[in-house]
């Protein structure tokens, strides 16, 4: 049995699109680590529906089946932890981490 243990850090959000993260566990990878290759044709078909709603179901109908393979088990769930001392300030901590060109130490100007 092959087996691979990855960090799965994928992002959806610069594009919207749910199809980035099904790519991920498909043979579309030019190494894969899961390809079932009769589900290629399906995934490649959603990126010619341009209807929302159609592709909506198609992408829903890929996922379901991906669901069904579960080429993935997620056994750890990962906690960020941050921690500063009291001398940083303006931290700010988005979606996406730290924003680092905001901090500060107190008492610096630069």
């Known amino acids: 049995m092959r087996a691979d ?3 799965l850090v994928w ?3 610069a594009y919207r699109d749910t199809v980035r993260s099904i790519e991920t566990y498909s043979c ?3 190494n894969p680590l899961f390809c079932d290759k009769s589900l290629m044709p399906e995934i490649r078909a959603t990126g010619a ?3 929302l709603e159609k592709r909506d179901r198609a992408l829903q109908n890929v996922m ?3 669901h069904d393979l579960a080429p993935a088990l997620f056994l750890v769930n990962h906690t960020n932890s941050t921690v500063a ?3 940083v300030e303006n931290i700010v901590l988005t979606e996406r981490g730290l924003v680092f ?3 500060r130490l107190r008492g610096r100007s630069h």
Do not use: T
């Open 11 to 13: 992002d959806s959000g």
């Open 101 to 103: 060109e905001k901090m």
């Open 5 to 7: 243990i990855i960090s």
């Open 64 to 66: 379901a089946k991906m």
């Open 28 to 30: 579309a990878k030019a």
């Open 85 to 87: 001392h009291p001398y």
């Open 49 to 51: 529906i341009f209807d």
